[in-house]
């Protein structure tokens, strides 16, 4: 609680009384609070990065590496930490726009099909690289009503996790059913799961916190941000959806997301 007082006085200068203001600070505080645990935490992130390309790039300025193959392998470090800040900040951009809303969502009738056609097609080539099968169960005629950007980036981000933390030769899978019986209820259920290496207990109730990591060699070994996770729940939220997971470590991992269906109905009461 914050206290605060101030003398009043008549309009002739005689004193009249205080005036005392008593205030629930509470919020405020830890708003604050969390707003410099996230400065300090992205001042930390970018310093890694930052810290490699400048120390690399002083190596090579001083001319100590004589030869080609070490000077190629400090000029790739360089670039794919220049990557990484790219990615880094373009994440903590995003999350930011997100977070205060300001992003409004464009509604429109999307075909999950083809959505997960096209997110699969993308991350075939990653999957292929460990031999990890992906595998689809989607209704063929089925519409939601979202934003199709945001719904992709919601997909990929899971699906690119679930190919990341599976070791190889697993299998990721993405299984789409329909909730409910009277219309106004119905729901739609995706899971992604993957056998990949799962999540321990404890860190489940954390893994949507911003840059929150299981393993951080693992995380940035991968290109990870720490942000996807964070994104995805707040993409879910607005989407009126709900999104959780189940994971057994060394079994593997599924990510739950409900959406309602018929969004832009609600939207018009
Ligand atoms: P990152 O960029 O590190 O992947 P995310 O926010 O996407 O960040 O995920 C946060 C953490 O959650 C990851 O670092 C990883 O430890 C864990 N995680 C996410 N998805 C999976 C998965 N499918 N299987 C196992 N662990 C996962």
Do not use: W
């Not at 509470?26 to 707003?35: A, F, G, P, S």
């Not at 607005?238 to 939207?267: A, C, N, W, Y």
């Amino acid at each position: 609680l914050q206290f605060d007082g101030v003398p009043m006085f008549e309009d002739d200068g005689s004193y009249r009384g205080m005036l005392f203001l008593l205030q629930d600070v509470t919020d405020i505080r830890r708003l604050e609070v969390m707003r410099s645990e996230f400065v300090a935490n992205v001042s930390h992130e970018l310093k890694t990065p930052i810290a490699a390309v400048k120390g690399f790039a002083e190596t090579l300025l001083a001319g100590g590496v004589k030869d080609e193959e070490t000077e190629r392998s400090f000029l790739q470090i360089i670039h794919d930490e220049g990557e990484r800040l790219n990615r880094l900040i373009g994440d903590i951009l995003e999350l930011s726009k997100i977070e205060s809303k300001r992003v409004p969502l464009e509604y429109a009738p999307v075909h999950l099909k083809e959505l997960f056609d096209s997110i699969f097609e993308m991350l075939q080539p990653a999957a292929t690289k460990k031999s990890i099968v992906m595998l689809q169960n989607i209704p063929e005629h089925l519409f939601i009503e979202g934003d199709e950007d945001r719904l992709k980036q919601i997909f990929m981000n899971l699906l690119s996790n679930a190919i990341s933390y599976t070791l190889e030769g697993g299998k990721v899978r993405v299984d789409v059913e329909v909730l409910g019986e009277a219309e106004e209820e119905e729901k739609v259920r995706v899971t992604v799961s993957d056998t990949g290496i799962g999540i321990p207990k404890k860190d489940l109730p954390r893994i949507f916190e911003r840059f929150y990591r299981v393993d951080k060699a693992r995380s940035r070994s991968s290109g990870g941000t720490g942000l996807g996770l964070s994104i995805v729940k707040h993409l879910s939220e607005l989407h009126r959806g709900t999104l959780r997971v189940e994971s057994k470590v060394g079994e593997g991992s599924s990510f739950i997301l409900e959406l309602p269906f018929m969004q832009q109905h609600e939207d018009e009461h």
